[in-house]
């Protein structure tokens, strides 16, 4: 059960019980600390103007209103009127029992819709940079929260395999087949392979003149030229999965829906464009004026469909996406995460489109935009020459970084299992720094930070439950069969309590704005919480009656399947021990 959401509907009860006008808000927070309860009612002062009454009086006919009969255990008003909400131990010791009873936590599937979700959609010509670090991590996150929560979710990879570039691509291609050479060694490396390409463009009497007339051929679906370039972008989409492989992401081949999918229906896009009158002619160009995006002197925002040689954009192509998800896909929401310099590319889209009603008003288009990933020094994430930082490679040094903190830790673990640690670690670790932030901001990379088993990290989340785990071993206790009654008495207990059951209340938050890290900040207090809990409260100490202590394993565990959970859908693995 969704706590914030079930005690809304208790309150707005309340209001209409108590004659507040139909559109009365009810705005409900979580209590910052202890002592203001569990959460706060924030809706008396508002209602109180509407109705010219005291801001007191009115909370105090709410209170008498609202039906929380051994749900609450205390309702207190305070200040000008905030109404605290001190849940009752017993009642949430009930609740948590279900829980612990039930595979999903208690937790409940939604009211099933159908979301696309766009994301990591590298472009195929050169190899995944760190830019496509966050896409591809936060869409896979949203994904599996939204999956988790019912959803029918339509992965789409809109890779960028099409393009006047594949003209030079290919011509050098075809060059180094005729020296006997494979394609997957040509293309072992792409960024190499795409810079001697565009040397050679550059350079290369007549090489240009070929890579034109590549295009062309690609274009016209020239058979040979399709078949050299369905090889280059067979190779380059093997270095992708190598990518998510590592990253233990979700995307796999069925999920590629590239640009060049669209390429048949980009001449129909225009022609229903052109028919409604919303693209017209501009010097040889058909273009569509945003009147909604004009500048300060009432000009119009010009977005560009068909080039004047007649060449399609990435607009064209964006437009074919939204009209296919809208109608083949039956999409209720489509969620896209680009960087955010893409945000104006995507409103201007979504206001063509539904102008051309190639999406439904009922249906959403929702950009969801992240900011940078940046170096140490404030600038975009480079190598130290100052190339872009390779993805794969990244990742590996990760990984060895955390081997080298895992080594250096006293541990029990074979060699073999200290490298699986050390994997998990290391990838969680750049996984979570991404997801932890709001992806709104730009975020400093930071290896020490980010590997740190103290703070908001991965490396902290998955050494508490581990933790967990080791105080089933020393108990002797069997954690999947332990049964015991629950009970409510130190504070940390009912913290800790409170923070268990609003799980679902993270996880609603992420799949309705793609925020992972309100999850990730969820993990963190949890995982805090715990650890308070944890010192007041002993469970293996001698002289801890055997009531209580089976009553803490009981949240103890709770506490790691809520933590292996929530890891599990950020994309982040947990182990047993460290
Ligand atoms: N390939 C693009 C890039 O690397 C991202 C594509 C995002 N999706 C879309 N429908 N435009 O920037």
Redesign the pocket.
């Known amino acids: 059960m969704n706590l914030h959401a079930f005690l809304i509907d208790k309150f707005k009860a309340a209001l209409a019980a108590i004659g507040a006008p139909a559109d009365a808000q009810a705005p409900l927070s979580r209590s910052t600390r202890p002592e203001f309860g569990d959460y706060q009612f924030n809706g008396a002062m508002a209602l109180a103007k509407a109705l010219r009454e005291k801001p007191r009086d009115i909370a105090e006919k709410i209170v008498a209103a609202v039906e929380l009969e051994g749900i609450a255990e205390k309702l207190e008003i305070a200040g000008p009127g905030f109404i605290n909400v001190h849940l009752s131990p017993a009642w949430l010791a009930k609740q948590l029992a279900g829980a612990a009873a039930d595979a999903r936590l208690g937790i409940a599937e939604e009211s099933v819709k159908t979301v696309v979700v766009?994301?990591s959609?590298?472009?195929l010509a050169k190899e995944m940079h760190v830019?496509?670090l966050r896409?591809t991590i936060i869409g896979d996150a949203v994904v599996k929260a939204l999956e988790f929560m019912g959803h029918k979710v339509i992965r789409?990879n809109?890779?960028?395999d099409w393009g006047t570039q594949f003209g030079m691509l290919l011509a050098h291609l075809s060059d180094k087949l005729a020296n006997s050479e494979v394609a997957e060694t040509a293309l072992s490396d792409l960024e190499v392979f795409y810079r001697e390409a565009k040397v050679r463009f550059d350079e290369e009497e007549g090489f240009a003149d070929r890579a034109r007339e590549y295009v062309v051929k690609l274009q016209g679906g020239d058979a040979q030229c399709l078949a050299l370039w369905e090889q280059f972008i067979d190779v380059s989409i093997a270095h992708s999965e190598e990518v998510y492989e590592k990253l233990n992401v979700t995307l796999t081949r069925e999920d590629i829906r590239g640009?060049s999918a669209y390429n048949d229906d980009l001449a129909n896009v225009i022609a229903d464009l052109k028919a409604a009158g919303i693209a017209v002619e501009d010097q040889g160009a058909q273009v569509v004026f945003i009147q909604e995006l004009a500048d300060k002197e009432g000009n119009p925002a010009v977005y560009i469909v068909q080039k004047s040689g007649g060449g399609y954009l990435?607009s064209t192509?964006?437009l074919a996406?939204m009209r296919y998800r809208s109608r083949q896909l039956q999409a209720d929401r489509t969620l896209?995460?680009?960087?955010a310099r893409?945000a104006l590319?995507?409103k201007q889209t979504e206001i063509v489109g539904r102008k051309a009603g190639f999406i439904q008003p009922e249906q959403t288009y929702e950009h969801c935009p992240f900011g940078m990933m940046l170096g140490a020094d404030g600038k975009p994430f480079k190598t130290r020459t100052g190339g872009t930082v390779k993805l794969v490679e990244l990742l590996d040094e990760a990984v060895e970084r955390a081997e080298a903190l895992i080594g250096q830790r006293e541990s029990d673990l074979t060699a073999e299992e200290q490298k699986q640690v050390a994997r998990k670690v290391g990838i969680g670790a750049v996984k979570y720094a991404d997801l932890s932030k709001n992806r709104t901001t730009d975020y400093m990379f930071n290896w020490d930070t980010m590997l740190s088993f103290e703070g908001n990290t991965a490396p902290y989340l998955q050494y508490a439950y581990t933790r967990v785990q080791s105080i089933f071993r020393k108990a002797g206790v069997d954690a999947a069969v332990l049964q015991a009654e629950i009970r409510i008495e130190a504070t940390q207990e009912k913290t800790l309590a409170t923070k268990l059951l609003q799980f679902v209340e993270a996880i609603n938050q992420v799949t309705a704005e793609a925020t992972p890290h309100v999850l990730c900040t969820y993990l963190y207090d949890l995982a805090s919480a715990f650890m308070s809990f944890y010192e007041a409260c002993p469970m293996l100490k001698d002289g801890v009656d055997e009531a209580d202590k089976n009553s803490r394993l009981m949240l103890a565990n709770l506490t790691a399947r809520t933590l292996k959970s929530g890891l599990d859908l950020l994309g982040i693995e947990t182990m047993e021990k460290m």
Request: charge should be negative; charged fraction near 15%; aromatic fraction near 12%.
């Open positions: 766009d994301y959609s590298p472009n830019g496509h896409t789409q809109h890779m960028g640009e990435y192509t964006d996406a896209i995460l680009t960087d893409q590319h995507f």
